[in-house]
């Protein structure tokens, strides 16, 4: 059985860094497509981020979402079975639950997360203004 462990979240200023990681066992990493998606009070869930289970390539780059274009960052390090989120100049509006998750299925990057076979358990960041 897959499972996700997420860390790295926490209070930060408007403008300040994060970055996330999440790692995973109990299955074959590199057969893993990798999502981050996040949740805010009252919102629905919102995919930020997908990289390929071989990484990113011409054939299946990165996606994100179009909120965090330009200042999220999403990789993975195979040889550690851990995908990692890094966030840049952070704002309010970017506060949320962040969850990991894996996608054993499907041979492409999903934005759709009832695509995704497993998820972590969360992580909160709050950005202050």
């Known amino acids: 059985q897959v499972q996700l462990v997420e860390s790295g979240g926490g209070l930060v200023q408007a403008g300040d860094s994060l970055r996330l990681a999440c790692t995973v066992s109990?299955?074959?990493?590199?057969?893993?497509?990798m999502g981050w998606f996040r949740q805010a009070p009252g919102k629905e869930r919102e995919f930020v981020a997908g990289v390929y289970r071989t990484s990113s390539s011409a054939k299946y780059p990165n996606s994100y979402g179009d909120s965090v274009k330009g200042r999220f960052t999403i990789s993975r390090d195979n040889a550690k079975n851990t995908v990692y989120l890094q966030m840049n100049s952070l704002k309010p509006e970017d506060t949320a639950v962040y969850y990991c998750a894996a996608d054993a299925g499907t041979g492409y990057i999903s934005r759709l997360g009832l695509l995704y076979d497993a998820w972590g358990q969360g992580t909160q960041v709050t950005v202050s203004s």
């Open positions: 109990g299955h074959i990493f590199t057969t893993l497509n």
